[in-house]
């Protein structure tokens, strides 16, 4: 069994920062890619930043300069520090990563249970 623990979301004024964690924890095996996506109300869940194994990382449009997201493989967590925040980065916050609970074992994603992230102009 696999858990994801989100913390770090919250209210703060436009032009403030937050950063967000993600640990998971359980099974696991090996863990691939690291994800935030985020959902606002009436629209649809979009990726907001992720990171491979490798490093790798992919931003969207909307967050470049502004987002930065890493990884501590040590502590199977990942980060998404959030500065310049405005009100169109309202939305809850969710973590997905893609693991494997065992060697022989599929690669899986996992949701976090989603953090409030409210930024009030």
């Known amino acids: 069994q696999v858990q994801l623990v989100e913390s770090g979301g919250g209210s703060v004024q436009a032009g403030g920062s937050l950063r967000l964690s993600c640990a998971a924890s359980?099974?696991?095996?090996?863990?691939?890619?690291m994800g935030w996506f985020r959902q606002a109300p009436g629209k649809q869940r979009e990726l907001v930043a992720g990171?491979?194994?490798?490093?790798?990382?992919h931003y969207a449009d909307s967050v470049k300069g502004r987002f930065t997201i890493s990884r501590d493989n040590a502590k199977n967590t990942v980060y998404l520090q959030m500065n310049s925040l405005n009100a169109e980065d309202t939305a809850v916050y969710y973590c997905?990563?893609?693991?494997?609970?065992?060697?022989?074992?599929?690669?899986?994603?996992?949701w976090g249970q989603g953090t409030q992230v409210t930024v009030s102009s």
């Open positions: 997905n990563v893609d693991l494997k609970t065992t060697a022989w074992a599929l690669l899986r994603g996992y």
């Open positions: 990171i491979t194994n490798d490093g790798v990382t």
């Open positions: 359980g099974s696991i095996f090996a863990i691939n890619f």
